[in-house]
Nanobody, 114 residues
Framework: VQLVESGGGLVQPGGSLTLSCAASGSSFSIDVMGWYRQAPGKPRELVAVRSRGGTLNYADSVKGRFTISRDNARNTVTLQMNSLKPEDTAVYYC?????????WGQGTQVTVSS
């Protein structure tokens, strides 16, 4: 499974960005897709994930600001990020899980700064 992200960049505090990720290769029966992030000097952390059946899990720090959506047929996942804060600055990684395997994208930088 290959994951390709797009949509990162520089945005001012309070602004919005949309991240997209597409899975290709042997992408059948992917159960969970979503996003993690890693800020400098910090461990990678969950941002939001969505199961094939629709179960959602958000980090407390992004609830009410970020929305994850998924197209199971196309094997794509999108993260709509609103009301961005400087502490949201990180490399964002697309994530997929199938059976016993985890897959990661190459990461896309999101910088929130004035």
């Amino acid at each position: 499974v290959q994951l390709v992200e797009s949509g990162g960049g520089l945005v001012q505090p309070g602004g919005s960005l949309t991240l997209s990720c597409a899975a290709s290769g042997s992408s059948f029966s992917i159960d969970v897709m979503g996003w993690y992030r890693q800020a400098p000097g910090k461990p990678r952390e969950l941002v939001a994930v969505r199961s094939r059946g629709g179960t959602l899990n958000y980090a407390d720090s992004v609830k009410g600001r970020f929305t994850i959506s998924r197209d199971n047929a196309r094997n794509t996942v999108t993260l709509q990020m609103n009301s961005l804060k400087p502490e949201d600055t990180a490399v964002y990684y697309c994530y997929a899980h199938r059976t016993f395997d985890d897959y990661w994208g190459q990461g896309t930088q999101v910088t929130v700064s004035s």
